[in-house]
């Protein structure tokens, strides 16, 4: 579907990119809600990067961030606690682990019973004895030893880790240099909770320790951000904790500012500023690889999700090269990076998203796949050439950060109990309507995901496929090579579908194939292009469609809007003017005695005021006097009219309702309202 349309972001899973960080802020849940999640454990708090403000994006609209927050360079991060001897780097295998272990080549592809017993941890006896409960409980033989107390948690790691080949190494006992240290940012070594022992540069191969054998997203993640060989061995939760303290102290943690600093003064970069065409494919393979490069890029793409990003901008101008995040569906900017590396990003992007980098004069889209704090990160890549270079957009998809669920999308109660009863009838049309960005195919998602069940059979044909979900039949349409929505749509009724998404409903022959699919038996899901729930009937007419066959298949409309929510960390109530209010068309003595709540701004929210996003909807169903309307050709506002009769909410309305609940502003309510008329 052609929305990008971030999804509502429930708040309280924010991405675990700082696992271990406290909760700094406890959040209360937002008044009696049934629209909200229920009051859940109080939210990790995206703990802010330990370097504060510095890397926070800048706000374009109002409210500017503290003067300068972004514009201050560091203080110069202090060298590593202990400068080391520039001496032979001692390499990790030399690093004698504290525990009595055979060589690995004794242990590797062993059972882990074996292991235990050659690393002298249990007897013959405790394994067997092991063994006997599994084979009448089961479970894992590590758990029931560990149960038994015959070894600890951090043996069964070991061992495991010995299994698959991964050596141990102790980390308190081996000074790692720094150039080592300097070749994976802070961030990732926290975020992946990694710590780089030794590099071959020859090989590109990287030694990295970790605490558990499972965690080989890191090594996979590591290849695809650094382009790193990646050796992983093993150690102990403890000593990796320590290590990232010794070695990525938090304070002295490579910012953007940094890395931009750096970048600025890199002279080889620097020449290929203006050179267009004359560069040749090693130079750009080269300024694609170079480290400063792919330390930037990681950077800023850890910060995006962290901060729920939901696109990734950089644009190339002629004078300068602008980063920019949109979250919430506002565009912030970040620092710029010198505008000579703008290339080398370009290219850097196109190598993880497996592009050809040597194509530079036409547009290509790629994808890049990752592992952030445990959670899978969908990175759709978009390269354009524009006057002064190609200009890339990545659409954050962190489906993670997606609940696809209609209790938590911001129907009301009521509205939800219509949309239930609505999407399990066993056929009809039901169409959301918004502009874009206005979270419909979240909302389908959320309705599909309920009925996805092992004796429903559901397709959908989407462009593009936004959520891959387990149990559905899903076709990217392709308009190049004539696989429309139409003719997508057309073999799904040979599939033996019960239940079909259609993208969006654009033309005729869209609209008439889902009439068809609706009256042979089948419920069909779909969105058009419209302001608000009445207009839908009026553009179906426009496209072509008699009103008749509207009448007989049609089941409701779902009009829906995103606001923004106002941050719970630094919400705080106030007494709106009266021209505020005139904003909503409303006089003082109408909202008497109710409240109203606006975000002062905090580390949070990055100062904006607002974190996540909410639907209001309005919900029109068809029943014999509105279709009676519909065949007289009644316009939208007769429409509308005889829908608020029976009880239909406007959007304006239900905005309301969320403003007066502290969920969102009068300005978000007034912004995406606008347009519905009286
Ligand atoms: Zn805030």
């Known amino acids: 579907m052609p929305e990008p349309t971030p999804p509502p972001k429930p708040r309280e899973r924010a991405v675990d990119l700082d696992a271990g960080a406290k909760p700094k802020i406890s959040v209360q849940p937002v008044r009696s809600r049934p629209i909200t999640e229920a009051p859940s454990p109080p939210p990790p708090k995206a703990a802010p990067p330990p370097d504060g403000d510095k890397n926070a994006p800048r706000r374009v609209p109002s409210r500017p961030l503290t003067p300068d927050a972004t514009a201050t360079p560091p203080p110069a991060p202090a060298g590593p606690p202990a400068p080391r001897k520039p001496a032979a780097p001692p390499s990790a295998a030399s690093a004698k682990p504290a525990v009595r272990m055979p060589h690995i080549s004794q242990l590797k592809g062993r059972q882990l019973g074996r292991i235990l017993i050659k690393m002298g941890k249990i007897t013959r006896t405790q394994a067997a004895e092991a063994k006997e409960i599994q084979a009448k409980k089961g479970g894992p033989i590590g758990q029931i030893l560990v149960e038994l107390g015959y070894v600890e948690e951090s043996d069964i790691q070991l061992a495991l880790a ?10 308190s006992k081996i000074d790692i240099p720094n150039e080592v240290i300097s070749l994976i940012p802070s961030q990732v070594a926290h975020t992946y909770k990694i710590i780089p022992i030794d590099w071959q540069p020859e090989t590109k191969l990287l030694s990295i320790a970790l605490a558990s054998p499972d965690n080989f997203q890191a090594t996979d993640d590591l290849k695809t951000l650094m382009g790193f060989n990646i050796k992983p061995f093993i150690s102990s939760p403890d000593q990796i904790e320590a290590a990232l303290n010794r070695y990525y102290p938090e304070d002295k943690v490579e910012t953007i500012n940094d890395l931009i600093d750096e970048l600025a003064g890199d002279e080889d970069l620097a020449k290929l500023e203006g050179r267009g ?27 995006a999700i962290r901060d729920k990003a939901s696109d990734i901008h950089f644009e190339p101008f002629e004078d300068e090269f602008k980063m920019r995040y949109r979250i919430d569906g506002v565009l912030y900017e970040m620092v710029p ?29 790629g994808r890049i796949e990752l592992m952030v704090g445990g959670n899978p990160v969908d990175l759709r890549v978009a390269v354009l050439p524009t006057m002064f270079g190609e200009s890339v957009v990545m659409r954050v998809l962190d489906r993670s950060n997606v609940r696809l669920d209609l209790d938590r999308i911001g129907l009301r109660d009521d509205e939800l109990n219509t949309v239930r009863q609505l999407i399990h009838k066993p056929n009809g049309i039901i169409i959301c309507t918004g502009p874009t960005g206005s979270g419909k195919t979240t909302t389908l998602y959320s309705a599909l995901n309920e009925l996805n069940t092992i004796d429903t059979k559901i397709l959908t044909s989407e462009d593009p496929v936004e959520y891959d979900i387990d149990g559905l039949v899903q076709c990217q349409i392709n308009p190049e090579i004539g696989l429309t929505f139409a003719r997508c749509l057309r073999s799904f009724l040979r599939q033996d579908p019960d239940i079909i998404l259609v993208g969006e409903i654009r033309d005729l022959e869209t609209a008439q194939i889902a009439v068809q699919a609706s009256l042979t038996g089948h419920l069909v899901l779909t969105t058009l292009h419209t302001n608000d729930a009445p207009s839908a009937i009026a553009r179906l007419m426009d496209l072509g469609l008699e009103p008749f066959l509207i009448t007989a298949t049609l089941e409701a409309v779902i009009g829906q809007r995103l606001v923004r929510r106002i941050c719970e960390n630094c919400k705080e109530e106030f ?15 109408d909202v008497a005695g109710k409240p109203f709540f606006y975000g002062k701004g905090c580390d949070y929210c990055n100062n904006t005021g607002y974190r996540g996003r909410l639907g209001i909807f309005e919900v029109m169903v068809l029943d014999d006097d509105i279709r009676d309307l519909i065949m007289q050709r009644a316009s939208s506002n007769i429409l509308r009219a005889a829908a608020r009769k029976r009880g239909m909410r406007t959007l304006r309305e239900s905005g309301l309702l969320a403003i007066t609940e502290g969920i969102t502003t009068i300005e978000e309510v007034v912004k995406e309202t606008i347009t519905e008329e009286g």
């Open 337 to 365: 990076p010198p505008r000579h590396i703008a290339m080398a990003i370009a290219s850097r992007i196109k190598v993880m998203a497996n592009l050809n980098i040597a194509e530079r004069r036409l547009p290509q889209d």
């Open 575 to 589: 007494h709106p003017t009266e021209e505020m209010l005139m904003e909503l068309d409303l006089r003082p003595e």
């Open 162 to 171: 010995a299994q698959v080949g991964m050596e141990p190494v102790d980390l």
């Open 277 to 303: 065409e004359s560069i040749d494919l090693d130079e750009l393979k080269e300024a694609a690889e170079s480290n400063p490069v792919k330390k930037l890029l990681n950077l800023v793409l850890l910060q």
